[in-house]
């Protein structure tokens, strides 16, 4: 079991995590729009990847506290050019990554081991998330968010396959 408090923290994360993929989903569905069909599917497989840690999260609570589901806010529709859609998305991988840290500090304050542990586990990852959108972003300011070098990432991203992580 975990404290009220903790699990009130946790369920907000993980309906986090699902607005998170509906956040990239929108974002693949505009990308798609403008026929950007590589960022398109980048969104898609970092939709996956945050299904896929909402899962984590329902998983986690479901053995130790009570799953709460939320209402899910309406994500944002359009975007000015690929540069702006991957601005956002390291604000709100920023974001993310400072939930984490949050929930992280809590059960370390409620001497909560388990959570410290899973929690582990996305710190981590967030490193990931946060290099690799800066790397994507950089590239769009380096090679121009339009024409030859847009093309050229459009092509890179379109690559982009999900994987389950193996310690799952």
Partial sequence: MVSDKMAKALNSQLNFELYSAYVYLAMSAHADSVGLKGFANWFQVQYEEEMFHAMKFFNYIMD???VE??????PRKTYKDALEMFEETLK??????SRINELASLAIDEKDHATSTFLQWFINEQVEEEATVKEILDN??????????LFMINGELAA???????TA
């Avoid at 709100?92 to 990554?97: A, I, K, M």
């Avoid at 769009?140 to 070098?149: S, W």
């Fill in 92 to 97: 709100h991988e920023q974001e993310v990554t």
């Fill in 69 to 74: 589901l939320e209402q899910i806010d309406k």
């Fill in 160 to 166: 982009r396959t999900f994987t389950p992580p193996a």
């Fill in 64 to 66: 130790r506290a009570e």
């Fill in 140 to 149: 769009l300011k380096l090679a121009g968010a339009t024409g030859a070098g």
